[in-house]
């Protein structure tokens, strides 16, 4: 197991520089472009492609870090760069993580290449698991997979919303009820590969932020996919359902592995929070220290320079639950506080506080698009949204203090 430390090493020092120069010279200049037309900004995928940032090898390598920093400082960068252009570039990430947790060897192996593309032909993925009515409550979900036993196939019917890269995907993660008694125990993922009819994209959002990342409903109508397209194979989801009814009958509690996996994913949106937030924050020091009013530059107000304390103060304090969570999640340690949880609350609020102070600091500049920090503060709404609200955040490190068990 490897130390906690909070400290990069010297290697990540340098892919946190080489990743700090690509946000800087590439993504925030194409930010505010992007923002405005609202579309898949895939010359930067593409670009990212080219030079490693958008690659399997680099997210496995960060992923499997044994210190745990590497996807917090990959994140941290990137969105500092912008979070709607960083989430078109890491979106496919969710997905794929997705297929890692839940995967056998060969499935890995097949479509979480496929999911990227290579570097000539980028490709994105999606997860798809929220519902208009399945949000929060997860177990509410409908769509429907059904299996064909004579053809091998299950059959997928159902209607999903809200997925990053929906419809656009090369490849998509869909979850559905394969046993509707058992609640959230009677689901199962499937791949639904490139080109299946049956998978159309239904609206595309229009939204508040991250306007550059795309968002859209996807629909399933009588979709065919082979029995090896089930995550895990029929064999494990089998013995999982089974042994889920027999709990159900006797009564039996158990920890919930889907919270597991939450926990040790929800520090990497933390650490998305935190660049947005880190972001904010230089733009508003800058601007303190350079706007004179009153014949004196206004950070010299103590209204001005304490905003920048309490700001900076939050974002380092967010860094340092982020970077505890994650390092618990790669090492194997047991969220006893739901430590990731309380990491994803902490930075995702601090994102929307900082952002919102940036504004005030900026004065009438904040509120123009001549500045980013209002596209910043748009951006930061979300963090506090998917992946779990803070309402759900704050539910989870509660019931895990307490011992009640998380439905
Ligand atoms: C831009 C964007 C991208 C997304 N990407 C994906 C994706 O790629 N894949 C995917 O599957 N999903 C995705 N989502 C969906 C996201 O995860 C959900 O929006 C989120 O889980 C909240 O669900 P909901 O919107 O239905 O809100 P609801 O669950 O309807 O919640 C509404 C409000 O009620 C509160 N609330 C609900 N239950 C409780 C409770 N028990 N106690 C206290 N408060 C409660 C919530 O905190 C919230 O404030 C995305 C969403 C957005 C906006």
Redesign the pocket.
């Known amino acids: 197991m490897a130390e906690f430390t909070m400290e990069l090493n010297d290697e990540q020092k340098e892919v946190r520089d080489w990743l700090h120069g690509f946000a800087a010279d590439v993504i925030r200049p194409a930010a505010a472009e992007w923002d405005e037309r609202e579309e898949t900004p895939w010359p930067v995928i593409q670009e990212a492609a080219k030079i490693g940032v958008y690659s399997l090898d680099f997210y496995a390598q960060q992923y499997f870090d044994p210190t745990g920093l590497g996807i917090p400082m990959v994140m941290e960068e990137l969105f500092w760069g912008d979070a709607g252009i960083a989430l078109s570039i890491v979106?496919t990430g969710?997905a794929a993580v997705g297929v890692l947790a839940n995967g056998t060897e060969e499935q890995i192996g097949t479509w979480i290449p496929q999911m990227y593309g290579d570097v000539n032909d980028a490709k994105v993925a999606?997860?798809?698991?929220?519902e208009p009515d399945a949000?929060?409550?997860v177990a509410s979900m409908r769509t429907r997979a059904v299996y064909d036993e004579a053809k091998d196939e299950w059959v997928l019917n159902g209607t999903?919303t809200?997925?990053?890269n929906g419809g656009i995907a090369n490849v998509h993660v869909v979850v559905a009820v394969v046993d509707p008694e058992l609640g959230s125990k009677g689901h199962a993922s499937f791949i639904v590969p490139p080109g299946t009819p049956g998978l159309s994209q239904g609206q595309k959002f229009k939204?508040h932020g991250?306007r550059a990342?795309h968002?859209a409903e996807v629909v399933l109508e009588n979709v065919r996919v082979p029995g090896s397209c089930l995550l895990g194979g029929k064999e494990k989801l089998d013995e999982r359902l089974a042994r889920a009814r027999e709990r159900a009958r006797s009564g039996e509690r158990v920890k919930n592995a889907a919270m597991a996996t939450f926990e040790a994913s929800r520090p990497a949106v933390g650490a998305m929070a935190v660049g947005t937030a880190r972001a904010a924050y230089e733009v508003a020091l800058e601007y303190a220290t350079t706007r004179e009013q009153f014949g004196r530059p206004i950070v010299d107000n103590q209204g001005v320079a304490f905003q920048l304390a309490d700001m900076r103060t939050s974002i380092d304090a967010a860094r340092l639950l982020v970077w505890r969570a994650s390092w618990m999640a790669v090492n194997g340690k047991p969220f006893t506080a739901a430590e990731g949880s309380m990491s994803k609350l902490f930075a995702s609020e601090t994102a929307k506080k900082v952002t919102g102070q940036a504004i005030q600091i900026l004065g009438g500049n904040g509120y123009t698009r001549e500045y980013p920090v209002e596209r910043m503060h748009r951006d930061a709404a979300?963090y506090t949204?998917?992946?779990?609200?803070?309402?759900?955040q704050r539910?989870v490190i509660a019931r895990t203090l307490a011992g009640v068990p998380i439905r």
């Open positions: 979106g969710l999606a997860f798809c698991s929220s949000g929060s409550d999903k809200w997925a990053t939204k991250i990342s968002t979300i949204i998917f992946e779990g609200t803070s309402e759900i539910l």
